[in-house]
């Protein structure tokens, strides 16, 4: 059964600081992984969606790297700014099209 | 303005009664999702519909029922058979293409919450 493990469960960090965030899974046989931002209280926002073909994808701040092989995917954020405080979860689809959701990731980002 | 709608925002619900909560969208999309959020905790998937009049259980859909009449409502409706319904619910839509890469547009939530 796949599991999507997110480290860690909770970050702060001075603004203006570079940071990673990690989603391990158990089983390498995806489709897609796809990273949201999710703000209190309210829906998700897609971020990035890695494509299982793909190495990384990239939007402005934000880097999103995929390794099938190592069960790994990190989303890279620079330059933090206090706007990017939220929850950051990643999801994985295996051929189905149904998400298997990490734990998430709290990012507090300090003025 | 094309979206997804959930409502209520909050819903409160007494001891042995079965609340509905209401999802519609005017995307045009195929599939429609229901998921729940505990605090600390992934979504986990309730049901999905991938085309009118049909649905399936998901990984936790016991004590939980669906329907799926039109295109764009899906509606869930918590019976009191579910002892533990306090979570954010979240509803979502994927348009149905079959393309790779497709992805899920999620809703802005309704919050339960057990009198």
């Known amino acids: 059964k796949q599991e999507v493990t997110q480290i860690p469960a909770a970050l702060s960090v001075p603004e203006g600081e570079n940071l990673v965030l990690n989603c391990s899974f158990t089983?390498?046989?995806?489709?897609?992984l796809q990273w949201f931002r999710q703000d209190p209280g309210k829906g998700l926002t897609s971020l990035l969606l890695?494509?299982?073909?793909?190495r990384e994808q990239t939007s402005g701040r934000l880097n999103a790297s995929l390794d099938k092989s190592s069960g790994r995917s990190t989303l890279y954020i620079a330059a933090s700014q206090p706007g990017d405080s939220a929850t950051y979860l990643c999801?994985?689809?295996?051929?189905?099209?149904?998400?298997?959701f990490g734990t998430g990731t709290r990012l507090k980002v300090l003025a | 303005d094309g979206g997804i709608t959930q409502s209520p925002k909050y819903l409160f619900r007494k001891e042995g009664q079965n609340v509905t909560l209401s999802c519609e969208q005017n995307?045009?999309?195929?599939?429609m999702y229901w998921y729940r959020q505990d605090p600390g905790q992934g979504l986990r998937l309730i049901y999905y519909?991938?085309?009118?009049?049909?649905?399936q259980k998901g990984d936790i859909a016991e004590g939980y029922s669906v329907s799926r009449e039109k295109k764009e409502s899906f509606p869930l409706t918590v019976t009191s058979a579910q002892k533990n319904p306090t979570a954010f619910y979240l509803c979502?839509?994927?348009?149905?293409?079959?393309?790779?890469?497709?992805?899920?547009?999620f809703g802005p939530g309704t919050r339960l919450l057990v009198l």
């Open positions: 995307l045009n999309h195929d599939a």
């Open positions: 890695i494509q299982s073909s793909q």
């Open positions: 519909s991938q085309i009118v009049n049909d649905f």
């Open positions: 979502a839509s994927r348009p149905g293409t079959g393309r790779v890469g497709e992805t899920q547009y």
């Open positions: 089983d390498s046989a995806i489709y897609n």
């Open positions: 999801a994985l689809t295996s051929g189905t099209y149904k998400y298997i």
